[in-house]
């Protein structure tokens, strides 16, 4: 009894069409896409094709296996060329959804960074509020003495209403 239940996946159903993993495909184009652009695919294929013309132009007749217009060889290259384009616009093709997902996570994580500097600018703003509001040490410095000021200021000289230094007033 098979389920079509949407939260779980389909088992592997045996049909006429051969399966094969789409995943272990893509990794294997990759490889071969990486490989075919490096100066090592270059050096190989030279080596190869020279050898080929060399063997089929100077070897003796007898062992000649692919004559003058190297029918073979052309047959070979087309042949690689045409396994070598599909396999890198594959790899390509993978490459660039790695890109748009990837360009998805930064644009999130960008709007996310936004997000947050602008709860941080509007924190630092309240917090600036808030300071304009109490007094800073100038200001009380300031105050304290022009308090002391007008204690002096008293009439003889001696403190508010005339106390003495440290002596209570007896009424």
């Known amino acids: 009894m098979t389920t079509d239940r949407l939260d779980q996946p389909r088992g592997v159903r045996r049909g006429i069409r051969p399966h094969y993993d789409a995943e272990a495909l893509g990794r294997f184009s990759e490889r071969f896409a990486r490989f075919l652009g490096t100066a090592r695919f270059l050096a190989y294929m030279t080596v190869f094709i020279t050898v080929w013309l060399l063997w089929n132009s100077v070897a003796p007749d007898g062992l000649i296996f692919d004559p003058y217009p190297f029918i073979f060889l052309t ?9 070598a384009a599909p396999l ?7 490459q660039a959804d790695r890109d748009r997902v990837q360009g998805e996570q930064d644009r999130t994580a960008g709007e996310r960074n936004q997000a947050e500097v602008e709860y941080l600018t509007r924190e630092i703003a309240g917090l600036r509020m808030g300071l304009g509001e109490l007094a800073t040490r100038d200001y009380l410095r300031s105050e304290l003495e022009r308090l002391i000021e007008e204690v002096g200021a008293s009439p003889d000289g001696r403190g508010p ?3 003495g230094s440290g ?5």
């Open 75 to 83: 047959l070979l290259l087309s042949l690689q060329a045409s396994y």
């Open 88 to 94: 890198i616009l594959l790899a390509q093709n993978r």
């Open 161 to 163: 209403q005339g106390a």
């Open 167 to 171: 002596e209570a007033q007896k009424p």
